[in-house]
């Protein structure tokens, strides 16, 4: 069984850089064909999706996010991470991690972590 834990701060002040990582367990980040995500939720808004890493490493950021955002890896610990920059409130948001798994021809989000609130505020 794959579980995903978020971590860090759950305060940021606006124009820093928020930092979160998920530690996975029960399964590999570098299994073939794996991807791993970053998706939020603000207050009161439906689910946004971040970006992704993949299980060779590549990454790919939502367009609107991509200039800000930046998703790494650390394969010894088995831990991705998520770097957003110039934090403004309305970054304010519960942070999920999430893997994305793939069945025949279709995909989806089948497991995920418990989510972690982080609020941008001074």
């Known amino acids: 069984q794959v579980q995903l834990q978020e971590s860090g701060p759950g305060l940021v002040k606006p124009s820093q850089t928020l930092s979160l990582t998920c530690t996975v367990s029960g399964g590999s980040i570098t299994t073939s064909d794996s991807r791993w995500s970053w998706i939020r939720q603000p207050p009161g808004k439906g689910l946004e999706w971040m970006g992704v890493?993949?299980?060779?490493?590549?990454?790919s950021y939502s367009p609107s996010l991509k200039s800000r955002t930046s998703i790494s890896r650390d394969t010894s610990k088995n831990q991705f991470s998520l770097q957003l920059s110039s934090v403004t409130p309305e970054d304010t948001a519960i942070y999920y991690c999430a893997r994305r798994g793939t069945y025949g021809s279709t995909w989806y989000f089948d497991y995920w972590g418990q989510g972690t609130q982080v609020t941008a505020s001074s």
């Open positions: 890493i993949t299980y060779d490493g590549s990454t």
